[in-house]
């Protein structure tokens, strides 16, 4: 099984691998303008000249892939950063404190995540409106109490542990013991959630960018598109497939390889819900 | 028994307190007078400190927020500011529509992941568990808007056996309503299905490792009445909380599945109100949604020692 899981940890790794060399590639080149397109080609089917085929305004769907995984990955790695340093802190605060701290700081975690999924980035992306740094900020925001409530919980473990207590023994202030002692011990498991954190930060962009509340247009993004493939349904469904197609083997590849990491580490916390 | 539900319910009350005041406060930080907002620049400066005055707006915040409060908890949630309409009367409007699709949804998901979970954590390791598992990964990798799209053009375009677009209440036409709900609660059902297997499969495999179980078929009770009767409502539990999680994440994903599919749910109420910078419908609509989900869970964690009475009431 180990072996198996090896095996799905490597294909998980070469289907991230192929999405990121994408995004880079898309980021210098891309074989057409992704946002000027060609009137006269507007339509066309998959074919050797456009491989992936036109959209309505003649705009090579290739090309505008390429790009869109630029800007899917970029905010997504942006969302992950931003969740990660903010709810580390704040978890780390509350874990360590203890008492009123951490009791206020717990609270108000709860609440935020009272709010479920989607809906406190809906909320955010209402104040500050689409675009690029916005969404990044929701949904780091968004995501920010499940980390905070992850790194409490480690650093609400470790705080009776014979090598915090000797270090605040030895009279080392409060930060020194955090960062030498406390923090190593949360980079595992928030490694580890950092992975599924990608790949729900990648699935709410896509879904925030086809409601039109996320990077505004003419930026290419996956479910931008699938939004405005809807409208040509009938007569070019190569619109929806392949942006759609992109959006899920990323996920593919995330998911295969959050599962294999956490399999191999503790085999007994097989298919835990996200 | 009393007492522990008395007891789940007030710690349910700051998260409510929070929330609230999290939502009032989101309003109040978008950018922009409302009022200006709401009348445009042409308002004439007696008209706009009149309807200030009205709306409350010219006093402190925490003042406004008591007003505010005090307006929802008697089920003023203020009016729409493009159809006039009371925001309770679109929200209770509106919801119906989403409950149905979350509920028969979840249903069917309940229906296809109980009997495959079982039988991957009976067979773990082996070739029908290694292809649910996978099977798994690969829907949960599906995100609803593009397979959602996809159904609507295979059932709705190419084979035209379905509606691609719209919707009517079974209430008001009876059963042909169906058919405009059967795509919706496929796509959604599809993702939900594999997340609810995998929790199934986890918390049967941690069961069917107990002494009771290997008692059991000591006894020389059939595998099947050993799946059914002794692991099944033990693995049960868990799953439960996840049920919570999905309808809650359910709640909020609606105002996707309701874009794709065109339906006159919460969800899509929400998405709308926020083009249309309808902030009393926004505010309303995420207050009702995320109270909705503190209410569903708090139903799950009452629920929850019915399945395991091991769980102190």
Known sequence: MIHLKRTNARIAIVFIGLVLTLAVIGYFYTPYDPVDGDFMEKFQEPSLQHWFGTDNFGRDVLSRIMAGAGVSVAVSLGTVIFAMIAGTSIGVLAGYMGNWTDRIISVLLESLMAFPGLLLALGIMTVIGPSKGGVVLALGLAYTPSVARIARGTVYGLRQRDFVIASQAMGHSGLWTVFRHILPNCVAPLIIFSTSLFGSALLSESALSFLGLGVPPPAPTWGGMLADSRNSMDQAIWLALFPGAMISFSLLGINMLGDAVRDILDPRMQGVAK | ?313
């Not at chain 2, 005055?53 to 007003?67: E, M």
């Not at chain 2, 249903?107 to 992941?113: E, G, K, R, S, W």
């Not at chain 2, 609803?144 to 209440?169: A, C, E, N």
């Open chain 2, 1 to 313: 028994m009393l007492k522990f539900i008395a007891k789940r319910i007030a710690m349910a009350v700051p998260t409510v307190l929070i929330v609230s005041i999290l939502v009032f406060v989101m309003i109040r930080l978008i950018p922009g007078d409302p009022i200006v907002l709401m009348l445009g620049d042409s308002g004439n400066p007696d008209l706009v400190r009149e309807m200030r005055a009205a709306l409350g707006l010219d006093r402190s915040l925490p003042a406004q927020f008591i007003v505010w409060i005090s307006h929802v908890l008697v089920g003023d949630l203020g009016t729409s500011v493009t159809t006039k309409e009371p925001v309770l009367n679109l929200i209770l409007s509106h919801f119906p529509v989403t409950a149905q699709i979350v509920l028969m949804a979840t249903f069917v998901a309940a229906l296809i992941a109980i009997p495959a979970g079982l039988l991957a954590a009976w067979l773990q390791n082996r070739k029908t568990d290694t292809a649910i598992v996978s099977t798994t990964i690969v829907l949960v990798s599906i995100p609803s808007f593009w397979s959602g799209i996809i159904l609507i053009w295979i059932f709705g375009v190419k084979l035209d056996w379905l509606p691609t677009y719209g919707f009517q209440s079974i209430s008001d036409v009876g059963w042909s309503g169906m058919r405009y709900l059967i795509l919706p609660v496929l796509a959604i059902a599809m993702s939900e299905v594999a997340v609810l297997t995998r929790m199934i499969r986890a918390s049967a495999i941690d069961v069917l490792r107990l002494e009771y179980i290997a008692h059991a078929r000591a006894k020389g009770l059939s595998e099947r009445r050993v799946l059914l009767r002794h692991t099944l409502p033990n693995a049960f539990g868990p799953a439960l909380t996840v049920i919570g999680l999905i309808l809650g994440h359910l709640l909020s994903g609606a105002a996707v599945i309701e874009t794709v599919f065109t339906l006159p749910g919460i969800g899509r109420l929400l998405v709308e109100s926020i083009y249309a910078r309808d902030y009393p419908v926004v505010q309303g609509c995420l207050l009702f949604i995320a109270l909705m989900y503190v209410l569903v869970n708090l139903i799950v964690d009452l629920l929850y020692p019915l399945f395991d009475p091991r769980i102190k009431m």
